[in-house]
């Protein structure tokens, strides 16, 4: 049984206002021409975030790899990737950061590492460390041959060069003899080093973690209970040592991993029977990164009005009352492993209306980088750094060079190709910050208009109550009683009968008309408004 969530310290106050935003390193900003992002970038291009009103950034990994899984491959936890920068040049950063109010997240890699971590190197040569998880005889489904003197081979966490630290496993097995029990002196050992990893990172500035892979730690744990008791019991440290600090989770369930001691999860792709069902029923619309396991389904956000907000509403619904007032759920746009929003046939027109939802909805949003320009998804792109994973879910599409101009690199290196970390996109109209900046009337400033209506506006932020008028299309809902949200994502007008909306008072509108109790929604349309007076049918 996962614990009693109100065991624990209240999540910081300034996480209720966050509005995130994902930096990819190694695509976003190069300050030395050569080809890949760094923290010297980041912080040269922090004015653009301050001016969009984001107020906490999470970096994916940043520590020394060998870059086979592009960062999540780590083999120093305390040493920043020398293509980045220095441990210097990273606090230098989230001291700018600081100076224009913004907080910096960053990504802990908690249940593996990489093959060329001198962790690895020891215990591939010591039959007695404890620190991974060996089978020192055969080799078991799913392990991989020991590269040292070491007999048998190691557990996997992801790819075969990512080797799985043991936090022990849930369940005894007589004809497994070497699964350890949690509380064996590996798996402490190695909850002990999650402690001082945080510690260090945490004592010199930064504001907390997005945990990869978070339900991934303890084996053969189908309900995640022992897991859960790893990350109750870390959160209770960090209450004391860090009381400010916040832990994000990669889980995608966030019933389950609120109460386990997460301040606040992502809904994914992926996640529990229907969390990853419901985010790919907003967008993902069988473009991009598709999982070939994935069920086919109609998103909302398709121009086709096939799809409806309903499962995604339905499993908010769900999250948020398990969640309650103990955490949060967070909505991104997108991440590194899944389709931009502008993918496929999802056009530049219909982006506005997703904003608007996603600004305005009770969870914290989550920007992927470039989503505010409406940087496009490029398919059939060759694998950089561990980022295609099947013929369908190649993820490089989403992890291409930021759009800072029209230059034909975009600020990074003009080396060849193979040098730069990936190609920008070839389209001879695709978005730029600067050329969207210079217009008032571009996605970029009304990406910027809504965050700094939602910041200003506390019925529309994460406390906010909703209320859910029509779960079709056009999407109707009321924020604290007095805000009305109206978003048509087809490319097809709609109507819905609602009273009280006469006198509604246009704070952020395109395409929404209302007369006589009927609000109309033309193609791609989107409202927020100020009522008068409650609505209803």
């Known amino acids: 049984m996962v614990p009693c969530m109100t065991s624990f310290r209240p999540a910081p106050a300034w996480l209720a206002d966050a509005v995130f935003y994902q930096i990819y390193p190694q695509s976003f900003a190069d300050s030395n021409g ?272 096939k799809g409806s907000p309903r499962p995604f509403v339905e499993a908010w619904h769900r999250a948020s009352t398990a969640v309650g007032d103990s955490g949060f759920i967070s909505l991104p746009t997108a991440n590194h492993d899944f389709s931009r929003l ?23 949003p989550a920007i992927y980088y470039g989503d505010e320009i409406g940087m496009r998804y490029l398919p059939g792109l060759p694998d950089k750094e561990g980022s295609v994973l099947g013929p369908r879910y190649n993820r490089a599409g989403s992890r291409t060079p930021m759009q800072w101009d029209d230059s034909p690199n975009a600020g990074f290196s003009t080396a060849p190709p193979d040098h730069l970390y990936l190609p920008l996109d070839p389209s001879p109209d695709r978005p730029t910050v600067a050329a969207q900046h210079a217009d008032d009337s571009s996605l970029l400033h009304l990406v910027r208009r809504l965050v700094a209506l939602r910041t200003g506006t506390p019925e529309l932020g994460s406390g906010g109550s909703v209320e859910v008028l029509n779960a079709g299309c056009p999407f109707v809902y009321v924020r604290g009683e007095r805000y009305l949200v109206v978003v048509n994502p087809q490319r097809d007008t709609v109507r819905y009968v609602c009273d009280g909306t006469d006198d509604a008072r246009p704070l952020e509108s395109a395409g929404i008309l209302f007369h006589d109790g009927t609000i109309t929604a033309r193609g791609f349309a989107y409202g927020i408004f100020e009522l008068g007076r409650p609505a209803g049918r």
């Open 34 to 305: 050569d080809g890949i992002g760094d923290f010297n970038g980041i912080a040269e291009r922090l004015d653009h975030l301050a001016w969009l009103g984001v107020n906490t950034v999470w970096l994916n990994p940043c520590f020394a790899s060998p870059f086979r899984d592009a960062g999540y491959d780590v083999c120093d936890y305390l040493g920043t990737a020398p293509r980045y920068g220095s441990n210097d040049d990273l606090a230098e950063l989230v001291d700018e950061a600081g100076r224009r109010g913004i907080r910096v997240l960053l990504d802990l890699v908690a249940g593996h590492t990489s093959d060329e971590h001198p962790w690895f190197r020891t215990a591939a040569n010591d039959p007695t460390d404890d620190r991974y998880i060996w089978a020192p005889e055969g080799l078991p489904a799913g392990f991989v041959p020991s590269p040292g003197t070491r007999p048998g081979g190691y557990l996997p966490n992801f790819f075969g060069f990512q080797p799985a630290l043991n936090f022990g496993y849930a369940r005894e097995n007589p004809d497994e003899p070497w699964r350890r029990p949690v509380d064996a002196e590996g798996p402490r050992a190695n909850r002990a080093t999650l402690r001082a990893i945080m510690d260090h990172w945490l004592g010199l500035g930064l504001s907390g973690f997005r945990v990869d892979m978070a339900a991934s730690l303890v084996k053969d744990d189908a309900d995640k209970t022992e897991t859960a008791r790893i990350w109750t019991e870390l959160r209770h440290w960090l209450d004391g040592a860090h009381p400010d600090a916040v832990l994000l989770s990669e889980w995608g369930e966030p019933e389950v991993s609120v109460p386990a001691g997460f301040h606040a999860d992502f809904f994914l792709q992926f996640g529990g029977p229907t969390d990853g069902r419901a985010l790919r029923s907003l967008w993902s619309n069988a473009e991009g990164t598709v999982n070939e396991a994935w069920a086919p389904l109609d998103c909302f956000f398709d121009p086709s009005g």
């Open 342 to 364: 502008n993918c496929g046939p999802r056009t530049a027109d219909q982006l506005p209306a997703a904003f608007t939802f996603q600004l305005t909805w009770p969870t914290l």
